[in-house]
C-alpha cells in the first residue's frame, strides 16, 4: 500500500519570504500522480498544484512551485512570495495512475503553515 | 470551474436520528465521488468511494448500513448518517473526479454535531 509522508506538522514563514514543506511516499508504482492540497481556516480543500510522475518537469503555478524527486520519492513543495492568505494546513496527496488502480487519494497527515507578518 | 456544493454546510440533530448530506458537482459530470471524515486538526479519512450507478464501495472499517451512500446521478451524491451518535458528530467531506488524473475537486465541508 502507498503511504505519504509528511514529516514537518507545522512550519512558519515571514511574510514576503520563501518557504518549502516536505513531502516523502512510497509505493512500487511507476505512474502515479502527486498533489499539494490547501485547507485554510474555512476547512474548503483547494487543489494547488499537481504532478504526473512521468513528467521529469517540475509543476509551477504562479507563487507555488514543486520539487520532485522521484528516484528519491519525494514531493516538496515551495511557496515563494509567501502571502497571509497562504496561511493553511498543506497536505500532500498520492494518487495512482494505473488504469484499473484505485482512484483513491492517498493524504499526508499536514503541515500547519502561519505566515506572520 | 470544477465546483462542487454540500448541503447543509451544518446540521445538528438529536442522538437516534437520521441525517442526510447532498454532494453536487455544479459545473461538471463526475464519474467518481468520494465521502471523507475529518476529525479536529487530523487529516482527511477517505470513508467510500462511489460511481454513479453502482454500490459505493466502503474503507475497511466503515458501517456500510450507518454511512448509506447513494450516487444517483452524474451530479448527485449523498450520505445518509443514519441513527446517528454523538460520536458520528465529526466534518464530512465530499469530493468529485470526472477523469482520471484529473484531481479531486472538494465540496465545503457538513459539520455534524449529534447532541
Known amino acids: 500500500a502507498q503511504t505519504v509522508t509528511q514529516s514537518q506538522p507545522e512550519m512558519s514563514v515571514q511574510e514576503a519570504e520563501t518557504v518549502t514543506l516536505s513531502c516523502t511516499y512510497d509505493t512500487s508504482e511507476s505512474d502515479y500522480y502527486l498533489f499539494w492540497y490547501k485547507q485554510p481556516p474555512s476547512r474548503q480543500m483547494i487543489l494547488v498544484i499537481r504532478?504526473?510522475?512521468?513528467?521529469?518537469q517540475n509543476a509551477t503555478e504562479n507563487r507555488f512551485s514543486v520539487n520532485f524527486q522521484k528516484a528519491a520519492k519525494s514531493f516538496s513543495l515551495k511557496i515563494s512570495d509567501s502571502q497571509l492568505g497562504d496561511a493553511a494546513m498543506y497536505f500532500c496527496?498520492?494518487?495512482?495512475?494505473?488504469?484499473?488502480?484505485?482512484?483513491?487519494?492517498?493524504f499526508g497527515k499536514g503541515t500547519k503553515l502561519t505566515v506572520n507578518p | 470551474g470544477a465546483v462542487v456544493s454540500q448541503h447543509p454546510s451544518r446540521v445538528i440533530c438529536k442522538s437516534g436520528t437520521s441525517v442526510k448530506i447532498e454532494c453536487r458537482s455544479l459545473d461538471f459530470q463526475a464519474t467518481t465521488m468520494f465521502w471523507y471524515r475529518q476529525f479536529p486538526k487530523q487529516s482527511l479519512m477517505l470513508m467510500a468511494t462511489s460511481n454513479e450507478g453502482s454500490k459505493a464501495t466502503y474503507e475497511q472499517g466503515v458501517e456500510k448500513d450507518k454511512f448509506l451512500i447513494n450516487h444517483a446521478s452524474l451530479t448527485l451524491s449523498t450520505l445518509t448518517v443514519t441513527s446517528a451518535h454523538p460520536e458520528d458528530s465529526s466534518f464530512y467531506i465530499c469530493s468529485a473526479s470526472w477523469k482520471r488524473g484529473a484531481g479531486q475537486f472538494f465540496g465545503p465541508g457538513t459539520r455534524l454535531t449529534v447532541l
Open positions: 496527496a498520492y494518487r495512482s495512475a494505473d488504469w484499473g488502480g484505485s482512484e483513491k487519494l492517498v
Open positions: 504532478q504526473e510522475a512521468y513528467k521529469q
